[in-house]
T-cell receptor, first 111, second 118 residues
């Protein structure tokens, strides 16, 4: 299948802790994108990491990519209650391709 | 970042009627837009890829005649749910490929549209 598979399916942590979500995919990619979705809302683009990149940062977010293992991870440091949302990874296999989504990771950050 | 707007945010329609949802790229031109639907607590399901000036490409299992997609301009794509039935009630989300070249692969999403068919 084309979608990324996120792990774990659900994650519950306390405010201030770090949250790590993993994503695995099946074949070679052009890039991989991470999104956040608050309940009942649209998706917010977080980070795009290209196949020739290994790590990217954006504020409290750190994304890594290991193409040899066909996996990526999203780390949210010093989590806040406002980070509570579903997080999706979406591999893009060809430049200009489409995104197919997996089930996502449902993150709950308790104050 | 690029902004994608959807309208309406929510709509209630009677069974058997048609309803149109608009997706606009506000500050960039989008030659390609995508339509998804999402059921509660589930993932997004890609319905179709919409290319400006050409016919949409539908995913397997999506009824072309029921979900009409038109991408008549570089900033607007529409999804029309024809002869809607209660099982069409869902959250519909559009997205657009960002302006290139540096962000040409980034896909930006709208806020979604809740459709309830009664």
């Amino acid at each position: 299948s084309q979608q990324g598979e996120e792990d774990p399916q659900a994650l519950s942590i306390q405010e201030g802790e770090n949250a790590t979500m993993n994503c695995s995919y099946k074949t070679s990619i052009n890039n991989l994108q991470w999104y956040r979705q608050n309940s009942g809302r649209g998706l917010v683009h977080l980070i795009l990491i290209r196949s020739n990149e290994r790590e990217k940062h954006s504020g409290r977010l750190r994304v890594t990519l290991d193409t040899s293992k066909k996996s990526s991870s999203l780390l949210i440091t010093a989590s806040r209650a406002a980070d509570t949302a579903s997080y999706f990874c979406a591999p893009m296999y060809n430049q200009g391709g489409k995104l197919i989504f997996g089930q996502g990771t449902e993150l709950s950050v308790k104050p | 970042g690029a902004v994608v707007s959807q309208h309406p945010s929510w709509v209630i329609c009677k069974s058997g009627t048609s309803v149109k949802i608009e997706c606009r790229s506000l500050d960039f031109q989008a030659t390609t837009m995508f339509w998804y639907r999402q059921f509660p607590k589930q993932s997004l399901m890609l319905m179709a890829t919409s290319n400006e000036g050409s016919k949409a490409t539908y995913e397997q299992g999506v009824e072309k005649d029921k979900f009409l997609i038109n991408h008549a301009s570089l900033t607007l794509s529409t999804l029309t749910v024809t002869s809607a039935h209660p099982e069409d009630s869902s959250f519909y989300i559009c997205s657009a490929r960002g302006p290139g070249p540096s962000s040409g692969n980034t896909i930006y999403f709208g806020e979604g549209s809740w459709l309830t068919v009664v």
